[in-house]
């Protein structure tokens, strides 16, 4: 086999082991959840929703919201409650809300937030200006919600449940690939 298609086998295995490392070891936080919308619904009172976290440590919601022509500049308040006591808080303005924009939340990490139910409120002093939030057909906002992540050891646990799970969901994907990877060693041996 030629020492080109060594090289070019060994870069490539290298870098794909070496991406997996380094996004275990320096991406703090990870994705929890997704759910997506499809069209925008005024604000014009307080709006709720459940949220049910994926992970322990949560600390980032992002939203999508709409401010048409960026009129509105009220004050606005998000919390997180859980059994009737709030978790979090984050006040926030109608100046930080674009035409469209996504807009993202950040709090102390919650523990033990795995399987627990949460609402989530949005209140205003103020909704004669209208503001809209992206929801999908059941009335439930598009968000995404990260968690933090506290070790090592578990990041690459959760890691490897990712590929084994990306590699059962997505075998034809992976058997291109190691026919691919296979011919070029096979042909470059034949050189």
């Known amino acids: ?5 060594k090289l070019a086998v060994f870069v490539v295995i290298t870098f794909l ?14 994705l929890d959840s997704t759910n997506f919308g499809n069209h925008f619904v005024q604000l014009d009172s307080a709006y709720k929703f459940e949220l049910e ?28 409650s859980q059994d009737e006591n709030v978790i979090r808080e ?22 033990n ?14 909704y004669s200006y209208p503001v809209s939030i992206y929801v999908d ?18 990041s690459l646990s959760r890691m490897s449940t990712f590929w084994m799970s990306a590699l059962i969901n997505n075998l034809s994907f992976f058997i291109v690939w190691l026919i691919l990877l296979g011919g070029i060693l096979w042909f470059g041996e034949k050189r």
């Open 113 to 126: 937030s795995n399987g627990a139910k949460y609402i989530v409120t949005l209140t205003s002093d103020n």
């Open 17 to 30: 082991f070496g991406s997996l490392f380094l996004s275990t070891v320096i991406v703090k936080n990870r």
């Open 137 to 154: 057909s059941s009335g439930n906002p598009s968000y995404r919600t990260y968690y933090r992540s506290s070790s090592f050891a578990g």
């Open 90 to 111: 984050v006040p926030f303005s109608g100046r930080n809300i674009g035409d469209p924009s996504d807009l993202r939340f950040q709090f102390d990490p919650v523990i």
């Open 53 to 80: 976290p994926q992970n322990d440590k949560l600390n980032i919601l992002i939203l999508t919201f709409k401010n048409p022509g960026l009129g509105n500049t009220n004050d606005f308040d998000l919390t997180l």
């Open 1 to 5: 086999m030629s020492v080109n298609i």
